[in-house]
């Protein structure tokens, strides 16, 4: 069964940066695409970011284009994200999940069906 862990969660400044982490306990993530999630508080859940299962192809949600970077280590496991020049806006859970997919098609929940349990990001304005 496969399960995600979320790391790297905390408080920083606004412009500040964070890098989050998600291990995944799976023969194969390499079989996977790979996406972030946030829900920020009274806010629907948003994509931010996937990978897609071999680290070729990336998507991103408009809000953090040109801010935000995932990254992925097969081998390691583990899936990445780099989050620079942080805003009030941008604090929430962040989670990873992870689509039956190789490709990235789109950031839609409905397309993920593996989910970690999330970690905190608070950016204090």
């Known amino acids: 069964q496969l399960r995600l862990v979320e790391s790297g969660g905390g408080s920083v400044h606004p412009g500040g940066s964070l890098r989050l982490s998600c291990r995944a306990s799976v023969t194969h993530l390499d079989f996977y695409a790979v996406a972030w999630f946030r829900q920020a508080p009274g806010k629907e859940r948003e994509g931010v970011s996937c990978i897609d299962n071999v680290g070729g192809s990336t998507m991103y949600g408009n809000s953090v284009l040109g801010r935000f970077t995932t990254s992925r280590d097969n081998i390691k496991n583990f899936v990445f994200l780099q989050m620079n020049n942080l805003k009030p806006e941008d604090a929430g859970i962040y989670y990873c999940?992870?689509?039956?997919?190789?490709?990235?098609?789109?950031?839609?929940?409905?397309?993920?069906?593996?989910w970690g349990q999330g970690t905190a990001v608070t950016v204090p304005s």
């Open positions: 999940a992870v689509s039956p997919g190789r490709r990235c098609s789109s950031l839609k929940i409905s397309e993920y069906t593996s």
